[in-house]
C-alpha cells in the first residue's frame, strides 16, 4: 500500500496529469514496474491474511463444556459483515475522495488504516488464543499419499480396530479431539496398516512415509470429501462476477440521474448488493436463526450446508430476473429509436438493476458465509487455516471461469457485441448462466446428500475408574 501510494503521490512514479482534448502521455516502463510491484506486493498480503484471519477469529472461540459445538457460526457472521462494511466505504467515501480529492489522498488513508490496524493486532497479541505449530499438514498429506500407495498391494482390513493409533504421537494435532475411521476412501486406510517391514516398536516413532494414524488418514479424507462441495463454489462466483461486469455496461446506457445535477456513478450500483449482504447478515442472526432454532432444534438454526443451498437457489432467482431487466432495457431502446445508438442514455432507470444486485447479495450471505463455516468446520484442526484458502480459491476459479465462459460465448456467438450492447443477446448469457446454476445446484444437492461429516472424539477421560470417551 506504500508503494502504490507514492506511485500516486510522486509526480517520478506516475504520468504528468492531462485535461480535456489533450492526449494524454503514458506511463514508461519503470513506472508500470513500480505499480505492478505493488499490485504483486498486496496479492501477496492478501493471499496471507485472507485464509488465516477468519481460521484465526475463529479459534478464539472456546466453549465451556468440549462436547458442544463452537459457535462460531456467530463469528463468521460478523466477520463478513466487518468485511461488507470496509467494502462499502471503499466503494463509497474512498472512490468519492479519490474522484475529487486525488488519488494520493484515496491511496493514503487505506494505508494509514492498514498500519494502524497491525498495531491493534499486534498491542491485543497477548490476549490471543495461540495454536503452537505442529508440523506442517501437507507434509502429513504428502506422507498419508506415499505410505498407502507402498502398501496398495497388501490386502485391506475389514475391521478397523486393526488399524495403527497413537493418541500420544497425535496430541499436536489433535487438541479438539481425534478422528475417527470412515468407510470412505478405503485405499488409503493402508497407509495405518502395521506390516513386518514397518518394524514397528512401542517407544519408537514411525516412519510415517511408511506408516500413519487413523487420524493422519482421516486428515487427507477429509480434504477430499470437501473437494467436490468446493467445486460447487465456482459457479456462484462465475454468476457473481457478472455484477462488475455486464452489470456495469448495462448501468452505463440508461438513466442514472438523481437529479439535473447528480449522477449516479455505474460502479456505484454495488452498493445496492453490498448493502443486502449487510442487511440479510443481521437479519439472519437477529431474526432467522430464532426462527429456524424452533423448527430444528439446532442452535444455529440451521447446518451450514443447508445455509449453502438457499444461496444457490437465490442466485439461480438472481441471474434470472437479471436476463428478464435486460429484455426490459433492450424493449426501451427500441421503443426510443436507439439500438443503434450505443452511445445515447436510454430513457429507463438505472434503479431497474437494483432487483438483481438485491437478489445477488442476499444470496451471497447466505452461499458464501456458510461455504466458509464449512471449510473451516469440517477440516482438520491443524488445517483450518488450508481450508479457508480453499474458499478463496473458489472464488477465483469463478472468476476464471467467467473469463473463460465470456470468451467461448463471444466466439461461438454474437449474443457478447464489443461495441454495442443493445444489439447483443445479453438476456441469452444470462439464462445460460441460469441453466448451468440449475444444472450445479443439483450437483450440490446430491453431493449434500451423501456427504460424510467429519467424525472427532474428544479426548479420553477417567472418571473415578471409568473410561469416557465423547463422539461428535
Known amino acids: 500500500m506504500i508503494v502504490l501510494t507514492l506511485s500516486a503521490a510522486l509526480p517520478q512514479l506516475r504520468p504528468p496529469p492531462c485535461a480535456g482534448d489533450q492526449v494524454c502521455q503514458e506511463a514508461n516502463g519503470s513506472q508500470m514496474t513500480v505499480l505492478y510491484l505493488s499490485l504483486l506486493f498486496a496479492a501477496l498480503g492478501s493471499g496471507g491474511i485472507r485464509p488465516c484471519v ?11 463444556d468440549p462436547t458442544q459445538p463452537k459457535k462460531t457460526w456467530v463469528f463468521f457472521n460478523w466477520y463478513y459483515f466487518a468485511l461488507g462494511v470496509s467494502i462499502l466505504l471503499a466503494s463509497t467515501v474512498l472512490v ?28 491485543g497479541y497477548p490476549l490471543y488464543r495461540n495454536l503452537d505449530p505442529a508440523g506442517s499438514p501437507h507434509t502429513r498429506v504428502l506422507q498419508v499419499s506415499v505410505a498407502a500407495f507402498r502398501k496398495r498391494k497388501i490386502p485391506s482390513i475389514s475391521d478397523p ?7 500420544e504421537l497425535d496430541a499436536s494435532i489433535s487438541t479438539d479431539g481425534l478422528l475417527h475411521h470412515t468407510k470412505q476412501l478405503k485405499f488409503l486406510d493402508k497407509a495405518a496398516i ?52 455486464f452489470s456495469l455496461q448495462q448501468a452505463n446506457t440508461m438513466e442514472r440521474h438523481l437529479t439535473k ?26 431474526l432467522l436463526v430464532r426462527v429456524a432454532r424452533r423448527i430444528t432444534g439446532l442452535e444455529r438454526g440451521i447446518n451450514f450446508l443447508q445455509r449453502m443451498a438457499i444461496g444457490f437457489f437465490i442466485a439461480i432467482i438472481a441471474t434470472m430476473v437479471a436476463g428478464f431487466v435486460e429484455v426490459k432495457r433492450k424493449h426501451a431502446a427500441s421503443a426510443s429509436g436507439l439500438i443503434d445508438s450505443p452511445e445515447s442514455t436510454i430513457p429507463i432507470s438505472v434503479f431497474w438493476l437494483v432487483p438483481q444486485y438485491s437478489l445477488h ?14 471449510f473451516y468446520n469440517q477440516a482438520p484442526e491443524s488445517m483450518r487455516s488450508t481450508a479457508t484458502a480453499l474458499f478463496w480459491t473458489s472464488i477465483s476459479a469463478g472468476d476464471y471461469t467467467s473469463t473463460l465462459l465470456v470468451t467461448l460465448v463471444h466466439k461461438y456467438s454474437d449474443w457478447l457485441p464489443n461495441r454495442n450492447l443493445n444489439k447483443g443477446k445479453l438476456e441469452y448469457f444470462y439464462w445460460l448462466l441460469t441453466l448451468l ?36
Not at 161 to 167: D, I, P, R, S
Not at 268 to 286: A, N, W
Open 361 to 374: 447479495g442476499i444470496a451471497e450471505a447466505f452461499m458464501v458465509i456458510g461455504h466458509l463455516e464449512f
Open 437 to 472: 446454476q440449475a444444472l450445479n445446484i443439483v450437483y450440490y444437492l446430491i453431493c449434500a446428500k451423501f456427504y460424510t461429516f467429519k467424525p472427532l472424539s474428544h479426548k479420553t477421560e477417567h472418571v473415578e475408574g471409568v473410561e469416557l470417551t465423547t463422539q461428535v
Open 96 to 123: 468519492y475522495i479519490q474522484d475529487n480529492v486525488g488519488w494520493s489522498w484515496g491511496l493514503g488513508i487505506p494505508t494509514l488504516a492498514m498500519a494502524l490496524s497491525i498495531i491493534v493486532f499486534l498491542i
Open 161 to 167: 480396530k486393526f488399524l495403527y493409533v497413537n493418541e
Open 194 to 245: 502395521v506390516t513386518e517391514e514397518d518394524s514397528l516398536k512401542s517407544s519408537e516413532k514411525p516412519n510415517f512415509w511408511r506408516l500413519n494414524t487413523v487420524h493422519r488418514v482421516e486428515e487427507l479424507k477429509s480434504i477430499l470429501r470437501m473437494l467436490p462441495i468446493w467445486a460447487a463454489g465456482i459457479l456462484f462466483a462465475t454468476s457473481n462476477a457478472q455484477q462488475n461486469t
Open 54 to 64: 477468519a481460521a484465526f477469529g475463529a479459534e478464539q472461540f472456546v466453549e465451556e
Open 261 to 286: 445535477s447528480f449522477v449516479i456513478p455505474s460502479a456505484s450500483m454495488s452498493v445496492f448488493g453490498m448493502l443486502s449482504v449487510l442487511i440479510t447478515i443481521v437479519l439472519y442472526d437477529r
